[in-house]
């Protein structure tokens, strides 16, 4: 039996963050990953020199818990921004768009001149709205929270920005409806990445989310293959087994996905229980490396990722163009990377990647003509948990969890589904349950890891 006072389980960036905190407050923590690498949904992959990210894909200037630690680590020198450049299909053609040229969607002919205006005067008003919000707490959206995403959407700015601006843009982020989330996440993500309050870019790390994370472990105390297979509680704290080993801890930071953490709390409260219940969107993700000798035309040279608005999908809901990242993570050719939307995910997980691959390719020649000659390498990444879905009352729910914990709690939940369902809200949880149980212990006057040691 090891005795340990803060055990974190899960080193994604929601336990990674909650223990680079908790370092930072003096206290040391060990990191439990049940998998043989750090990351969880924040990962890369090699292949022949090409650098692919298997889950997230960017970062933004707008993710402050992110940018904070980064900065800790020294790592500001390798985020690099992203190409600004995106686009939507409208009427089969690819619709350029960057945040910072506020009239691209006219000039692009994505919206008509009145859902234009719409968005325009929308846009301006969403920003003054929420820019006093903050961009990372879901709990600080609770008056959004009533209505989906959709209503929301099409009452502010009409039907046609929202089929081709704000649907694309949820189903393409999130795999997910926007019916089935709540308005506060739709409002966040239009004033976020369609750049309606600020001036906000996207970026990348080079070497690819892998590195950010292993960069931001390589301090901490993580052990790698401990899946945590129970937690019990007991009369000094928590104890928790990996394989034949149990560990004795005061507290638990509980930062894996809501299915395995559901497992494993011993005592959940009416709350942690609803948020606990949290589903997910499932997608997977193709990449695809080409040759150098494939021609970009001139659609998609200059650009980063293009989404397939509903009355255009198929299978694949959007394409990122991966030499758009920066940072020589194409060797010596082009990378493509397809997503598969959340409704097609579910039905062609279970496929081989062969018939997948070739799924995708077929769509894809509509705008990369002739690129499936040119592959001559391909990943398919599954991710049945992608990211948390979001409904109406998740921000009220977090809000209440965030109220709900006692002098000394024994166990905090953190992870994207008890927060903003992205890097930065993942990253946000978890230095939320770390601050948290760093200032309940000082006020109730116990410090962290008071209580006796185990038997
Ligand atoms: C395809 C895809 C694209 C995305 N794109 C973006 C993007 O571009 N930008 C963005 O900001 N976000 C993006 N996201 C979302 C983002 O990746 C996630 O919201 C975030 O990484 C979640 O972090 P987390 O720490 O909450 O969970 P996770 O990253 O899932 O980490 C949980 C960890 O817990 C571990 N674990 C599970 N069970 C146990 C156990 N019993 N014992 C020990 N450890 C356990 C897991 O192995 C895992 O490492 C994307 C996600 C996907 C899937």
């Excluded at 205006?117 to 959206?141: H, I, K, P």
């Excluded at 950010?212 to 901490?220: D, P």
């Amino acid at each position: 039996m090891s005795e340990v006072r803060v055990v974190v389980v899960g080193a994604g960036i929601a336990g990674l963050t909650a223990a680079l905190y908790l370092e930072a407050a003096g206290q040391h923590v060990i990191v439990l990953e049940a998998s043989g690498r750090v990351g969880g949904r924040m990962v890369s992959d090699s292949v022949d020199g090409f650098t692919i990210d298997e889950g997230a894909q960017f970062l933004s200037t707008r993710y402050p818990v992110l940018g904070e630690l980064i900065e800790r680590v020294g790592f500001a020198a390798s985020i690099v921004e992203v190409n600004p450049w995106v686009a939507v299909v409208r009427g089969g053609r690819l619709r350029r768009i960057r945040p910072d040229a506020p009239l691209s969607p006219l000039r692009s002919g994505l919206l008509r001149l009145p859902a234009y205006l719409r968005l325009a005067v929308g846009g301006m008003r969403l920003g003054r709205r929420t820019r006093a919000l903050s961009q990372n707490d879901l709990s600080a959206w609770t008056s959004y929270d009533e209505t989906d995403g959709k209503t929301w959407s099409e009452s502010y700015f009409g039907a046609e920005v929202t089929r081709f601006m704000i649907e694309p843009c949820i189903a393409s982020l999130f795999f997910q409806r926007l019916h089935d989330d709540s308005a506060a996440l739709a409002m966040h993500t239009t004033s976020l990445f369609y750049g309606l309050s600020g001036d906000v870019k996207l970026t990348a790390p080079v070497g690819g989310m892998g590195a950010l994370t292993r960069r931001l472990a390589s301090g901490l105390d993580v052990r790698l293959g401990s899946r945590v297979g129970s937690i019990s509680v007991a009369p000094t704290g928590v104890e928790l087994t990996v394989g034949a080993e149990r560990i004795s801890a005061n507290h638990v930071i509980l930062a894996a996905p809501a299915s395995a953490a559901r497992v494993l709390h011993p005592e959940p409260t009416a709350t942690e229980r609803e948020l606990l219940a949290t589903p997910y969107s499932t997608t997977a993700t193709v990449a695809i490396m080409v040759r150098r000798s494939f021609r970009l035309g001139p659609d998609v040279s200059n650009l980063y990722a293009f989404n397939l608005p509903e009355s255009d999908r198929g299978a694949v809901v959007a394409v990122t163009i991966e030499e758009a990242k920066g940072g020589g993570r194409v060797g010596n050719g082009h990378l493509f990377h397809a997503y598969l939307s959340g409704d097609a995910a579910p039905k062609m997980i279970a496929s081989s990647d062969d018939q997948i691959v070739s799924v995708v390719l077929s769509e894809l020649e509509k705008f990369l003509p002739g690129v499936s000659r040119e592959v001559f390498a391909t990943r398919v990444y599954r991710w049945k948990e992608a990211l948390a879905l979001t409904p109406p009352g998740r921000a009220r729910l977090v809000a209440q969890y965030r109220k709900s914990i006692g002098p000394a709690p024994r166990f905090l939940l953190a992870g994207d589904y008890t927060g903003m369902p992205f890097t930065e809200g993942a990253a946000e949880t978890g230095r939320w349950a770390a601050t948290t149980l760093v200032d309940r212990l000082a006020q109730w006057g116990g410090g962290v890891g008071s209580v006796a040691a185990a038997s």
